[in-house]
């Protein structure tokens, strides 16, 4: 089976930088993504990594480490439209399905 | 460019009632399709998958069922629904959607929100 485990709350102020991390338990590993979700919302894709190390774009990077089974969202110049919840979600490679992590509400405050 | 619908938006229906849901996807073919259930406040759990018409994969036991007649259309249904088919159900698609991560992005539809009382 597929486990993921993200905090469940963080709290940051505008203008700072937010680090959300991701363990991951998998029987099958193809890459690992990142989704926004506003409160009422659906969720919105973010990031995809599949090799180990850093992706940027624009004021989000996401980060793998295959061997560790970890990965994180870093939000830099955070605003208060950041404010959503974060989803990590496993590639596990049939069908091209998702299994999600319980999510990370960020709040962000003045 | 590509879209995806739901409806409805909101639903509230009785416990032993039937229901359906739809979902249709525009400017792609021969999407993978997935539902997906979220409770409030909690992650999305997979339901059903399809990777082409009449093909339904289920990936949690339950008294939901799943249908796709055509190559863009998805549909949720149950016979009789309980108590615990409250939720928030999401529709969506990945594909050759022509940007740079094609299957490995979901995109999802508005979702609806189903209360049964």
């Known amino acids: 089976g597929q486990s993921l485990e993200q905090p469940s709350e963080v709290t940051a102020v505008e203008g700072a930088i937010v680090q959300i991390n991701c363990t991951y338990q998998?029987?099958?590993?193809?890459?690992l993504s990142w989704y926004q979700q506003h409160d009422g919302g659906a969720p919105t894709f973010l990031s995809y990594?599949?090799?180990?190390g850093l992706e940027e774009t624009g004021r989000f990077s996401s980060f793998l480490s295959r061997s560790d089974s970890y990965g994180y969202l870093l939000l830099q110049e955070l605003q208060m439209k950041d404010s959503a919840s974060y989803f990590c979600?496993?590639?596990?490679?049939?069908?091209?399905?998702?299994?999600f992590g319980t999510g990370t509400r960020l709040q962000v405050t003045l | 460019s590509q879209t995806i619908h739901q409806w409805p938006a909101t639903l509230v229906q009785p416990v032993g009632s039937p229901l359906s849901l739809e979902c249709t996807v525009e400017?792609?073919?021969?999407?993978?399709l997935y539902w997906y259930r979220q409770a409030a406040g909690r992650g999305l759990q997979l339901l059903f998958y399809?990777?082409?018409?009449?093909?339904i994969s289920s990936e949690v036991p339950q008294n939901l069922s799943a249908s796709r007649p055509q190559d863009r259309q998805f549909i949720l249904s149950s016979k009789k629904l309980l108590l615990s088919d409250s939720g928030f159900y999401l529709c969506?698609?990945?594909?050759?959607?022509?940007?740079?991560?094609?299957?490995?992005?979901?995109?999802f539809g508005p979702g609806t929100r189903l209360t049964v009382l």
């Open positions: 969506a698609w990945t594909g050759l959607a022509g940007g740079p991560f094609s299957y490995n992005e979901q995109f």
């Open positions: 998998t029987s099958g590993f193809y890459g």
């Open positions: 990594n599949a090799l180990d």
């Open positions: 979600a496993v590639h596990t490679g049939t069908a091209s399905k998702l299994t």
């Open positions: 400017g792609t073919s021969n999407p993978n």
């Open positions: 399809s990777v082409g018409i009449g093909q």
